[in-house]
């Protein structure tokens, strides 16, 4: 760098003709483009590469609890189809984390469930309230139906979906939700965001919990993709929202280079394979994800996760559908993936185009081609 008449010239990375660059470390991920975006394993490569256990650790017999957002219940519903042992789907039981476990969206009710079952703690307010404002108290019965899955469980899968919350500013408490209006105490009852700090310190105590009173049990974190439907701050939801993410996302980070090598916490991206592989493909609503891209994602998970893996042809007929829904590639894919219907592959071939994005056409077609031919063999034998 030098100074001439009173103006700086920095030195560009190219000069008379030789290329200098930074050094890199010792190890560089790049962010792809488009291109290398269009293989059916490319969120495998792309956001999930670090992320994977060092071995595929869940078989048809690992017992499994997931809850902790709407994105928690797909999980379940999921594995629970394809004849994985979901204990957290038993109709049956009375357990919150059973009858309401997707509407347990942050940290501090998660962490309160585990000190409820493992070591009987009781709230000062009622904290726990269900979907039509009912208040949940702490029934025995239903601590120990908690208790119950909780000491058999493998696996949990904590989905974590936003860092706002109404509190008691009396006892401190975090509320489930929000407040009924009936009961709504403008003196008491307050909002707030809360902070990367508050959030480590209750996934750390529910990590400590679990690996007290379950230390055989592994534990799969992740942040729901669903964005805030409203927020309570004087700011747009939008912007809300990223903060709210933002939050969880950097507490899960932080604990995972504290605990993850350990061998028992690990992390599942869910919400990066949401908003960076499918750039937001949320349906009319903006809220929640087409059937394609939940199927896919789970296909993903099974892929990294499970002992039985799907097919390379499962895992492209999702991907493809997984596109088609996220409007990445011809809306009529997904349908005709779904009807495996050749004629209707044939039309989406004709086609001048079929990818939105000019980089991944040959290699989204010659998938297509591929499904096609597929067709062709099984109708042929």
């Not at 869940?58 to 997931?66: D, G, L, S």
């Amino acid at each position: 760098m030098s100074r001439k008449a009173n103006t700086l010239e920095f030195q560009h990375t190219r000069k008379e003709g030789v290329l200098r660059t930074w050094f890199r470390g010792e190890q560089t991920n790049f962010n792809p483009d488009f291109a290398r975006m269009a293989g059916a394993d490319s969120a495998l490569k792309w956001a999930v590469d670090g992320w994977a256990p060092e071995a595929p650790m869940v078989t048809p017999e690992t017992r499994i609890c997931a809850f902790g957002s709407c994105f928690a219940a797909n999980i379940s519903n999921w594995l629970a189809s394809r004849n994985y042992s979901v204990l957290t789907k038993d109709q049956g039981s009375n357990a919150y984390v059973v009858k309401c476990g997707e509407g347990m969206v942050n940290s501090f009710v998660i962490r309160q469930q585990f000190e409820w079952a493992f070591e009987g703690k009781r709230f000062e307010e009622e904290l726990w309230h269900g979907y039509s404002a009912e208040s949940y108290g702490y029934d025995e019965a239903v601590r120990e139906a908690t208790l119950d899955i909780f000491s058999n469980t493998d696996l949990f899968i904590l989905t974590f979906g936003l860092s706002e919350v109404w509190y008691d500013e009396v006892s401190g408490g975090v509320f489930w939700r929000s407040i009924p209006e009936d009961v709504y105490d403008p003196a008491r009852h307050k909002f707030r965001v809360t902070t990367v700090e508050e959030n480590k310190d209750n996934i750390r105590a529910i990590y400590a919990l679990i690996r007290k009173h379950r230390p055989d049990a592994k534990i799969l974190a992740t942040l729901s993709p669903v964005p805030l439907i409203a927020t309570f701050r004087p700011v747009s939801c939008i912007s809300a929202n990223s903060v709210s993410k933002a939050v969880l996302r950097v507490a899960l980070d932080e604990l995972m280079r504290e605990l993850g090598p350990e061998g028992v916490l690990h992390y599942w991206p869910s919400y990066e394979i949401v908003t960076d592989v499918f750039h937001s493909p949320f349906k009319q609503d903006r809220r929640h994800l087409p059937r394609g891209v939940l199927d896919f994602i789970m296909m993903l998970f099974e892929e990294v996760w499970c002992v039985e893996k799907p097919t390379d042809e499962e895992m492209t007929r999702h991907w493809l559908t997984a596109l088609s829904a996220a409007g990445l590639v011809s809306d009529r894919l997904e349908t005709a993936l779904r009807d495996g219907n050749g004629r209707m592959l044939d039309r989406i071939l004709a086609k001048r185009k079929v990818a939105r994005h000019p980089e991944q056409e040959e290699a989204i077609r010659a998938q297509i081609e591929r499904m096609r031919a597929g067709l062709a063999g099984e109708a042929a034998a």
